[in-house]
């Protein structure tokens, strides 16, 4: 990834927890405490600077609505609609992302090659599911064979999994993606129900660990979230249907959430008018209306709370929109904080999530303060300027 070097002045800077007026400096791309030789200037006075935002919940092979489709579509097509999906994320203010369930080496490579502009790039590959399960995409009357796709692999048996584990790690993916219950998009599993038995839940969060990594599971009910969390996951992804009680053990065993209030809002506006199936639909509904109330009962529980979108299709574009929902949920600085620290702690990198000493030089300048008018965080004229490792990119 290319770098640069910037000193941007005047602005009003996050810290955290408030802004404070510093200048940043960034030096082949990372914070440094003095200006450097032959850096360009930004003039931020009066704007307000926070870090690049992380969308923990990303999928750049979603090229759309039909889960059979993301799949088995060609490859090709899909790598290449992906560049596409994350330079618009990175317009957006998205400087990092973390693509759950899809993703490989190549296109990381192509990332790491300057071969076109992305945000920071951490996959997962295909997520795996039990036959059945949340990644499974054949409806149940389809007969038809289905192993593996470009988002999602269906994987049983404790040494099976095992063995697919080990190969992603092999293949350079940064954690595992599991599916533990039933989901929206998925079209033969009853939502709340946990999926995959605890040995195999178990053996995929072991292998993970003994590489320094971790399991991020898509779980939505209480039972599933438990579920997980108990047998070594570190990452509950949605978590739309949990309870106080399911909260205070997330909490206790140090479990993020990573909601992704986006999604449902978009199907529920959207989904029919782009083709979404009746089947999907009808599930959308009994999870969106307590999507936001589960990101207050994890704050209250002292969850941390990351942000992601997780929009497939068409609707990648309401990006934006999941930031609107979850500062509704949790007020402005808590969600700037989830799109930031948070987020950078769950993906474990400590030069992520902010601009001190060290930290990648990627930035996003608002024209306003988001503590007290909140939309210029969702609102992409709100944007003054878009850095990323001290370069200017939108």
Request: with cysteine; glycine share 12%; net charge negative.
């Amino acid at each position: 990834m290319r770098t640069g070097s910037l000193n941007i002045v005047g602005a009003h800077v996050w810290d955290g927890e408030g802004f404070a007026d510093r200048d940043v400096h960034i030096e082949d791309g990372r914070v440094v405490d003095r200006p450097g030789e032959g850096a360009q200037t930004l003039d931020a006075a009066g704007a307000w600077l926070v870090p690049g935002l992380i969308d923990a919940h990303f999928h750049a092979y979603a090229t759309s609505m039909d889960g059979m489709e993301n799949e088995r579509g060609p490859l090709s097509f899909t790598a290449i609609n992906g560049t596409r999906r994350l330079g618009r994320a990175l317009r957006r203010g998205f400087t990092t992302v973390r693509d759950v369930a899809g993703g490989d080496i190549g296109l990381a490579r192509a990332i790491d090659a300057d071969l076109f502009d992305a945000p920071r790039y951490h996959f997962t590959g295909p997520a795996l599911s039990q036959t059945g399960g949340h990644g499974d995409p054949r409806a149940p009357h389809i007969d038809t064979c289905f192993s593996h796709g470009h988002m999602c692999e269906v994987v049983d048996g404790v040494d099976a999994l095992r063995v697919a584990v080990r190969n992603r790690l092999r293949t350079g993916a940064h954690a595992i993606k599991i599916m533990t219950s039933g989901g929206v998009f998925s079209l033969a599993d009853p939502l709340p129900i946990p999926q995959y038995s605890p040995e195999e839940v178990r053996v995929v969060t072991d292998e993970a660990k003994r590489r320094g990594s971790y399991v991020a599971a898509h779980a939505y009910s209480s039972e599933a979230v438990i579920h997980s969390i108990e047998n070594g996951v570190r990452s509950i992804e949605h978590g739309n249907l949990i309870d106080a009680a399911t909260a205070a053990r997330m909490a206790k065993l140090g479990a993020f959430l990573v909601p992704t209030l986006a999604a449902y809002d978009a199907m529920d506006r959207r989904g029919a008018a782009i083709g979404l199936n009746a089947i999907s639909l009808a599930k959308n509904s009994e999870v969106l209306s307590q999507g936001q109330e589960a990101v207050q009962l994890a704050h209250a529980a002292g969850v941390q709370v990351g942000f992601g979108t997780d929009l497939m299709g068409d609707l990648e574009d309401d990006q934006l929109c999941g930031v609107r929902l979850q500062v509704e949920a949790s007020g402005s600085a808590a969600t700037l904080r989830s799109m930031t620290a948070v987020n950078a702690e769950l993906i474990g990198d400590r030069s992520l999530g902010h601009l001190g000493l060290g930290a990648y030089g990627d930035a996003l300048l608002l024209s306003a303060n988001p503590l007290t008018e909140p939309a210029v965080l969702w609102e992409e004229d709100a944007r003054v300027s878009i850095v990323q490792g001290g370069r200017v990119v939108a």
